[in-house]
């Protein structure tokens, strides 16, 4: 069982930056890959990053690469996204998910596909 808590979320001008963090507890810190995605509203749930178990294999959409950057410590049970250059188009409800079970090459970007979910963290960016 994995429980998962994110943080960081707040409100911030466009160009501006922000570090959302996931924060793991209960049996175990996920010994897969895990990701973040995000929903704004009237859409559907959006992949954005995902990252192996050791953090040395990253993933981005098309529409975040070259600004956000996902890592983990794993020493501390946490999850981050460092989101840079916001635009309004970011602007949206931030999840970290966990999978169960392991999870390969595009099936990484699929939210069906994860088992565990933080309950998420709102980013609005002002423009």
């Known amino acids: 069982q994995v429980q998962l808590v994110e943080s960081g979320g707040g409100l911030v001008q466009a160009g501006g930056s922000l570090r959302l963090s996931c924060a793991a507890s209960?049996?175990?810190?996920?010994?897969?890959?895990m990701a973040w995605f995000r929903q704004a509203p009237g859409k559907e749930r959006e992949f954005v990053a995902a990252?192996?178990?050791?953090?040395?294999?990253?993933y981005y959409a098309d529409s975040v690469k070259g600004r956000f950057t996902i890592s983990r410590d794993n020493a501390k049970n946490t999850l981050y996204l460092q989101l840079t250059s916001l635009k309004s188009e970011d602007t949206a409800v931030y999840y970290c998910?966990?999978?169960?079970?392991?999870?390969?090459?595009?099936?990484?970007?699929?939210?069906?596909?994860?088992?565990?979910w933080g309950q998420g963290t709102q980013v609005t960016v002002a423009s």
């Open positions: 990252i192996s178990y050791s953090g040395g294999t990253t």
């Open positions: 209960g049996r175990t810190f996920s010994n897969y890959g």
């Open positions: 998910a966990a999978p169960s079970h392991p999870v390969y090459d595009r099936g990484r970007t699929y939210a069906r596909n994860y088992d565990y």
